[in-house]
């Protein structure tokens, strides 16, 4: 099989996703070994996880590794190339429900022993600490744009290889010192993509999806990303 940048940005999805939400069921689930692991457990792995995602999607051919459609689309702002946004999103969308399911099979017998439903939906979508949506809505933008802004600071000499482990850092940073109002999706296809599966699978036990906040993790980051790439190019960077 040919790699390309829908592969990548496929396959680099699904990992982000299998990692990330795999560590937030390790946490939330009754019966994990890592059960009430903590937030820094949380935010140190998804950290890793997008360090991961961002190497398999270079790997199998997105040398971008987008894994955001905020990214894709403030980058398409930037650059005023928007040819391949529709296949780059397709593509994270896909991977995105693809990870939320498999993290489903991982872990299995663990939906029925846990009677909590807003932790069920916790491990494929993000809420709000307080719902407010004005609030929720501002803490989204702010945390995109500090994605955009910061990733694309890192400089074009780094050495071969290093940019991922950087990425992940910035996305550990913004889980420590932002993610406590909203659970920082700064990813439309990180919740959304989940959300859905969590919507169609048939998760033992499961409550609402809660789609009056799904907005928000879409809006919020497309925004932020948007704003993020208008700044950048008013420094012409």
């Known amino acids: 099989m040919q ?8 396959l680099g999805t699904l990992v982000l996703i299998l ?16 059960e009430n692991g903590g937030w820094i457990v949380v935010t140190a792995a998804w950290a890793f996880a997008v360090m991961c995602g961002i190497f398999v999607a270079q ?3 997105s040398p971008d590794a987008h894994l955001n459609p905020a990214v894709t689309i403030a980058m398409a702002v930037k650059s005023g190339d928007w040819s391949n946004v529709g296949s780059f999103i397709a593509a994270q969308m896909i991977g995105a429900f693809l990870g939320a399911t498999l993290v489903w099979l991982t872990y299995l017998p663990h939906w029925s022993i846990t009677e909590d439903k807003g932790a069920k939906l916790g491990v494929f979508a993000t809420a709000p600490a307080i719902r407010n949506p004005t609030g929720n809505l501002i803490s989204e933008i702010i945390g995109t744009i500090v994605l955009i802004i910061v990733s694309n600071s890192f400089t ?10 950087l990425v992940g850092m910035l996305v550990w940073a913004i889980g420590l010192s932002l993610g406590g109002p909203t659970g920082y999706a700064i990813n439309p ?28 993790p879409v809006v919020g980051p497309i925004v932020g990303g948007i704003l993020a790439a208008l700044f950048l190019g008013a420094f012409n960077i």
């Open 3 to 10: 790699t390309s940048n829908f592969i990548g940005e496929l």
């Open 19 to 34: 990692l990330g939400d795999g560590v937030v069921a390790n946490i939330l689930l009754k019966g994990s070994k890592g």
């Open 59 to 61: 790997k199998f051919g």
């Open 156 to 165: 074009a000499d780094l050495p071969n290889g290093f940019a991922p482990y």
């Open 189 to 216: 296809a990180r919740d959304l993509g989940p959300r859905i599966a969590h919507a169609v699978l048939p998760i033992s036990g499961k409550g609402t999806s809660d789609w009056n906040y799904a907005w928000i």
